[in-house]
């Protein structure tokens, strides 16, 4: 029966392969341009997508909670006024009494803040919708300086940015986010604090491309 091959090998599993040490293969994989990835569940977004990641609703969130106020308030002295122009009610000292002009400009205000509080819910229900779909459960390639540290000191601090594959192994599902983009990770889970060199893993096709060149050779 048939030796059914991996999709990627691990980091020792492939120095062993090449006949190197963990940190050999670690200094040439940057040098080289042979990716390693890790495993990542959690949120991905493009680098530059500041409205989906986090925080990116800041803002937004900030105008439509001061238009809220502000709609409450006019809300309120709209109805004072009403009723103290049908004698129904006396207005405190610290109120005046609005012209019918006076009236129908604060009418338009708060015509206007409702409109926006009805389009400023609906780009952050977007927003939250949207996130939504840059789950990411599977490998992402680890940029050159994360490549470094680990080879200098066996792990670092699980990485905020990488890239995304060009061909993830094993995936056919369409992405969220351009190949080859730096992406920010975001809520992964199970949270890590560290990356270390158990976690990496490195595509068979890729390590088959390297060795067609030969120049792994050089380092064994």
């Known amino acids: 029966m048939p030796t059914i091959e991996p999709l990627t090998l691990t980091l020792a599993e492939l120095a062993a392969r090449w006949n190197m040490t963990a940190q050999q293969v670690l200094e040439y994989a940057p040098a080289h341009g042979l990716p390693m990835y890790f495993y990542f569940d959690g949120l991905v977004f493009n680098f530059g997508d500041k409205w989906h990641r986090a925080n990116g609703d800041a803002s937004v969130a900030q105008d439509l909670d001061s238009h809220q106020t502000r709609a409450a308030a006019i809300e309120i002295d709209l109805q004072r006024q009403t009723l103290h122009k049908r004698g129904?009610?006396?207005?405190?000292?610290?109120?005046?009494?609005?012209?019918?002009?006076?009236?129908?400009?604060?009418?338009?205000?708060?015509d206007r803040l409702t409109e926006e509080i009805v389009r400023l819910t609906a780009m952050l229900k977007q927003r939250g919708e949207a996130r939504q779909n840059h789950v990411r459960n599977g490998l992402l390639r680890a940029a050159p300086r994360t490549l470094h540290e680990i080879a200098a000191h066996g792990k670092t601090r699980f990485p905020q940015f990488a890239f995304m594959p060009h061909t993830p192994p094993g995936g056919d599902v369409e992405e969220k986010v351009t190949a080859?983009?730096?992406?920010?990770?975001e809520d992964g889970f199970p949270l890590k604090e560290l990356?270390?060199?158990?976690?990496?893993?490195?595509?068979?096709?890729?390590i088959k491309i390297a060795e067609?060149?030969?120049?792994?050779k050089s380092k064994s």
């Not at 990356?195 to 096709?205: K, Y």
């Not at 067609?212 to 792994?216: K, P, Q, S, V």
């Open 212 to 216: 067609e060149a030969g120049n792994h």
């Open 88 to 110: 129904l009610l006396k207005l405190t000292q610290w109120e005046e009494a609005l012209t019918d002009d006076e009236l129908s400009h604060q009418q338009a205000e708060s």
């Open 180 to 185: 080859g983009a730096v992406i920010a990770m």
């Open 195 to 206: 990356l270390t060199e158990d976690d990496l893993v490195i595509s068979m096709l890729d």
